[in-house]
């Protein structure tokens, strides 16, 4: 008889939490021993008929759960099975459908955090009988505030999307560079956009191809605390205007393709067309699924040597950012938690330079990188999340 899980996130293409719920929904879809559903709302999501198809029976359950949990709108409702449940920064777990707490037998908690743990945060994480937390850097952090109740399991990329193939080359001679992820202090689309100024003067033929879509709009503006650049404009989407901020920094607005938001799927031919990926990140609570996705495609990476890039920083596989210092107003240690670096503009640069001057190099990395990260597919994450679901 198959063991019936909750998830509490949604399915989507769209963000993190999404696509990691579509995945394990696609995974598990033909497995016998479980009967996965969400709990959450399950918006439309674009997907091939195919996968569509693989997740009716999920859905149908999922939508029939969510309708049950409408009589405990605003409250709190425990379930007979067991439940994957997201927790916020303070380890509790996050609403679902109408605003329902939703707990299991046993509630198992899923967590990315960057953020320090508040006491009750501790308290918090000691009463799950496991957390799963997306890397090393997090395991290791909660670890530090004794809570040992924790498996790491690394997030995954589709390989039947994300993969090594043949560019079309649409801007000829054009040396691209990729970088995404929200737009937030975070992600250092500061760092990025400061580095190809100074690149691009030394570099006519460069241009920077942006995916900074932020669900969370009010996260933007903390790209501010730098200093690095003017302050950062929204647009009437409450989105950042990359052009905009582009042009107020100096930058001209045709050396900048802003993608904005791209389903999952359809990201792997864009990104095939690349030069160089980089990721100055401050802190990764994962593994920074963007940067998998692109190293799965054989583009040459970028990384700051920080939090969870650590756990895919291959040997000779990327292009490290090995200085990474403590932020000017102590923020790589906000919330009382170690591990958040301040990558250097002089060192994105050196980097970018040794990927322009070097293209064999840059393409032998990349070819690492494929291999190395093509080991961490969804189904690795799917199976390693059977594996403590079976101990419950």
């Known amino acids: 008889m198959a063991k019936q899980v909750i998830i509490s996130w949604p399915i989507s293409t769209s963000h993190g939490w999404g696509i990691y719920g579509l995945n394990l929904a696609l995974n598990w879809a033909a497995d016998r021993d479980i009967e996965l559903l969400t709990a959450y709302d399950c918006p439309a999501t674009d997907i091939d008929p195919l996968r569509a198809s693989a997740l009716l029976p999920f859905l149908k359950r999922s939508v029939a759960l969510q309708e049950d949990l409408r009589k405990y709108a605003n409250e709190t409702a425990t379930a007979g099975s067991l439940v994957l449940t997201a927790l916020n920064d303070s380890f509790y777990p996050l609403p679902v459908a109408h605003n329902v707490t939703f707990m299991g037998t046993p509630t198992i908690g899923v967590t990315f955090f960057e953020l320090g743990l508040s006491p009750a945060g501790v308290q918090n994480a000691r009463t799950f009988p496991c957390i799963v937390v997306g890397s090393n850097w997090n395991a290791l952090v909660l670890q530090a505030y004794g809570v040992e109740n924790v498996r790491t399991v690394h997030q995954g990329i589709d390989p039947t999307y994300f993969h090594q193939a043949p560019k079309i080359n649409f801007f000829g001679n054009r040396f691209l560079i990729f970088s995404g992820g929200k ?210």
Not at 229 to 237: F, G, I
Not at 341 to 357: A, K, N, P, T, Y
Not at 380 to 390: L, N, P, S
């Open 183 to 392: 737009a937030e202090y975070r992600k250092a689309q500061d760092i990025v956009l400061s580095t190809f100024k100074v690149f691009a003067e030394r570099h006519p033929e460069a241009m920077l191809v942006t995916s900074w879509y932020n669900p969370w709009p009010d996260s933007i503006r903390s790209l501010d605390r730098s200093q690095l650049l003017t302050p950062v404009p929204l647009n009437s989407a409450r989105q950042l205007n990359v052009a905009e901020w582009a042009d107020a920094n100096g930058i001209s607005g045709d050396r900048i393709i802003n993608l904005g938001l791209v389903p999952n799927h359809k990201m792997p031919s864009i990104l095939r067309e690349m030069d160089v990926a980089i990721f100055p990140n401050r802190a990764e609570g994962g593994t920074n699924l963007v940067a998998m996705e692109c190293m799965a495609c054989g583009l040459p990476v970028v990384l700051s040597r920080n939090t969870g890039h650590q756990d895919i920083m291959f040997e000779d596989a990327c292009y490290a950012l090995e200085d990474q210092r403590q932020t000017r107003d102590g923020f790589a240690g906000y919330g009382g938690v170690r591990g958040w670096g301040e990558s250097q503009v002089d060192e994105l640069l050196e980097q970018l330079d040794r990927v322009f001057h070097d293209r064999a190099e840059a393409t032998r990395r990349g070819k690492n990188a494929a291999r190395a990260v093509g080991e961490l597919t969804w189904r690795t994450t799917a199976d390693r999340m059977k594996e403590i679901i079976a101990a419950y």
